[in-house]
């Protein structure tokens, strides 16, 4: 077993390090740095919320990921995700050089356009590094890959997000602002190109359309226990989500800091702690393994949870906040460190595009869908049709519903408590696999 100093600095580990600050680049530049933008520029709230709906292609990039499995462009003999990697990641750089070029007070339709174009860009990058990921990385180094992918990632949103802000705000403007996030496009450019190892175990890739579509899910569900699997994805981090869904309202009305004070430490403080959590999982998975670093992760991630329950029963205190915050922070980066590694396990190398985009996407569910879920159980309500009531929820209050989110995260232990041996086999498999290269 290599030493966690050896996983975390070798070609891999770099590589996966800047890929992952380019996967995250362009996110915040159609998100909150473009309502930033449109909000100076004086445009009315319907309008940027309207503008919302850009992002919709992370949603739904399971639906051409089949093609990135099925094709790959002849570029330079840089194979067939080198090759995807670089056609979007220069689509991307000549895409935010345009939306700097536009305005949203007179080119707005432009814009929109050009926003929509830099969200698909996005999401099909994430396709292909997600699956490049899948395909380069051993068994025994998809630990610290994650970690490594998840503080590329979460460092680039800090610079398109607070850091681009200030820059637009203070010294380059808005234009010059989206051009120097153009250029940092770059960084993925030259990884992919200088540093980033082409997969050693290369494999076939689908020969049809057809295949490339229906084979991923026809391969994945001959497994033994593939439903259980899918229940497992959708189960490991809902409780996580569903105590991340009204953090900041929580913070500010449930125990009344101010949005400054939120903003620092939840905001800030949060995401460093966010990526220690990674990185600690990262390096900790290096030597106990995939399953006892989802068993040990994932009830600590459920368990933070009560961090956020005592904030909400005893009075309020700055520093109480900041350590139920770095708790449930740290632990749910060592949880997503786990679960990354664990959606890779379950690829195969073949169609890592569209099975991933797949689970990915089948995993973001409970991420979308809690929050009006939870507004509900928190204040309680009442479901009616016409005259008819349909049923009642009770209130919980603050406290019982951080309490009802660890019980939403027990089922998830539960169940890859029991299919602990599967994952071991799954584990062991492919860990053979790559010590037989």
């Known amino acids: 077993m290599p030493s966690i100093l050896a996983v975390f600095t070798n070609r891999r580990a770099a590589t996966m390090l800047l890929l992952g600050f380019s996967s995250g680049l362009p996110l915040a530049l159609t998100s909150g740095t473009l309502q930033a933008w449109m909000t100076v520029e004086g445009l009315d709230i319907k309008t940027i919320g309207f503008f919302t709906l850009v992002g ?101 949103m800090i610079v398109s997000g607070g850091l ?43 020969r049809t359309l057809d295949e490339a579509i229906v084979a991923p899910w026809k391969q994945f569900f001959s497994r033994r226990g593939a439903l259980a699997f899918l ?71 459920l368990l933070s949870n009560l961090a956020y329950w005592a904030l909400a029963v005893t009075p ?32 195969d190398k073949r169609y890592s595009a569209t099975q991933y985009a797949l689970l ?5 569910v409970g991420r979308v869908y809690v929050g009006p879920v939870s507004g509900w159980l928190v204040e309680g309500g009442t479901v009616t049709v016409g005259a008819s009531t349909l049923f009642s929820i009770p209130a919980l209050g603050w406290p019982g519903f951080f309490l009802a989110t660890v019980a939403i995260g027990v089922p998830g232990v539960l169940l890859l408590w029991f299919m602990r041996g599967r994952l071991d086999a799954l584990d062991t498999s492919q860990s053979s696999q790559n010590d037989s290269r």
């Open 231 to 301: 229940v497992l994805i959708v189960l490991y981090k809902l409780g996580d989500a569903f105590a991340g869904a009204l953090t900041t309202a929580f913070l500010i009305r449930g125990v009344g800091f101010s949005a400054g004070e939120v903003g620092l430490v939840n905001k800030s403080f949060g995401l460093a702690t966010t990526i220690i959590g990674a990185l600690v999982g990262g390096a900790l998975m290096s030597r106990i393994g995939l399953v006892r670093s989802l068993l040990s992760f994932g009830l600590l991630q």
């Open 56 to 156: 919709q292609a992370y949603v739904f990039k399971f639906a051409w990921a089949p093609l990135m499995d099925r094709y790959a462009p002849r570029l330079a003999h840089l194979g067939r995700r080198r090759g995807w990697l670089l056609v979007t990641q220069l689509a991307l750089a000549g895409l935010i050089a345009m939306m700097g070029s536009t305005s949203p007070a007179h080119a707005l339709g432009a814009l929109a356009v050009l926003a929509v174009l830099v969200a698909f860009g996005s999401a099909s990058q994430d396709i292909v590094f997600d699956a490049y990921r899948t395909d380069v990385l051993p068994a025994s180094e998809r630990g610290a890959g994650a970690a490594l992918s998840v503080l590329g990632y979460r460092l680039a």
């Open 360 to 364: 990915s996407a089948l995993a973001s």
């Open 164 to 206: 681009a802000l200030w820059l637009a705000d203070h010294w380059l403007g808005w234009r010059g602002m989206y051009w120097l996030m153009a250029g940092l496009m770059g960084v993925g450019l030259a990884t992919t190109l200088l540093l980033a190892p082409e997969p050693t175990d290369a494999q076939r890739a689908p």
């Open 316 to 347: 309020k205190n700055l520093g109480a906040m900041a350590a139920a915050v770095g708790i449930e922070n740290l632990c749910g980066g060592m949880g997503t460190a786990a679960f990354v590694a664990l959606l890779m396990a379950l690829c």
